[in-house]
């Protein structure tokens, strides 16, 4: 298993991963359980187009956004 790959590794694909290529079988319960123990945290992964965006496009965007906000537009909390 490899992130460089384009994998993302969670507690059951690990298990699958090691009864298939170590042979040993466990559950993915006990797997996060043990590896929190010994001190392993991860966090979810985030897909991100930021390094895809447009700098051109985004100037734009904030000067249509600043032009708004001049006409007393702001932004409203959900």
Do not use: I, N
Not at 23 to 39: I, K, M, N, Q
């Amino acid at each position: 298993m490899s992130a460089r790959q384009g994998r993302r590794c969670t507690a059951a694909a690990l298990c699958e991963w090691l009864a298939a290529e170590r042979g040993v079988r466990v559950s993915a319960a006990w797997l996060t359980e043990s590896l929190h123990r010994d001190g392993f945290r991860w966090k979810r992964t985030r897909d991100t187009l930021r390094h895809k965006a447009d700098p051109v496009l985004q100037q734009a965007a904030c000067a249509e956004l600043e032009a708004l906000r001049l006409y007393g537009w702001a932004r409203m909390r959900a």
